[in-house]
């Protein structure tokens, strides 16, 4: 590889990551992607009731000034996200799983976040209490871990059955998605 091309390509991974962080480093754009991960991925979802934090709730017009004029924009312009004006509402864009995995990657490794960024962040301490919970073991002796890791007929990977898990406790309970776990252990059932 020549070195031109391969300063090009550094710039262009540089320029790309700058992207993505930029896009998360606003509360009402995380809160966005996350709700857009929990939507099939053709839907569209309400703004700006999907941009807010259940823990610091926010004047709903004031977000949807700001969804309009400041977040919405970031995220189209890395082609994040794409939405329209009337009726406020928002879908994946073209370049969604590049943002969707750094969230996922950090759901995932919950267990390995510090607790000054997990407790009072209800889906990572919801994510780490399900990773201990995997981790105890079953009746027969083996974790659930090992279980749902076991070969399934649906032929999807363990990133779309992970995504599901996510998604199955909280499907159909709209805006209350957020329930608080606790985050003490439950006595497991004999």
């Known amino acids: 590889m020549r070195l031109d091309a391969r300063l090009e390509n550094g710039q262009r991974v540089i320029d790309g990551w700058n992207r993505v962080f930029e896009a998360l480093a606003a509360e009402p754009r995380r809160q966005l992607v996350v709700s857009l991960l929990d939507a099939s991925p053709d839907a569209t979802v309400p703004l700006p009731e999907s941009a807010v934090n259940p823990n610091a709730p926010t004047d709903p017009d004031v977000l949807r000034r700001e969804l309009h004029h400041q977040h919405l924009p970031i995220l189209a312009d890395g082609g994040f996200v794409e939405w329209d004006s009337e009726p ?3 879908s ?7 943002i969707a995995a750094v969230i996922e990657s950090l759901q995932s ?8 960024l ?3 962040c209800q889906r990572l301490e919801a994510e780490r209490q399900e990773a201990f919970a995997d981790r105890s073991p079953g009746a027969e002796g083996e974790s659930r871990r090992d279980r749902r ?3 399934m007929s649906d032929g999807r990977g363990d990133r779309s059955r992970a ?3 996510r998604i199955g406790h909280r ?3 709209g805006v209350g998605l957020w329930v608080r776990p606790s985050l003490t252990p439950r006595p497991r059932d004999e």
Do not use: Y
């Open 92 to 98: 994946r864009g073209p370049n969604f799983d590049e």
């Open 109 to 116: 490794s919950a267990t390995s976040v510090p607790d000054s």
């Open 149 to 151: 890791s076991a070969p």
């Open 118 to 120: 997990v407790i009072g």
């Open 163 to 165: 995504r599901d898990r």
């Open 171 to 173: 499907t159909g309970s």
């Open 88 to 90: 406020l509402v928002a």
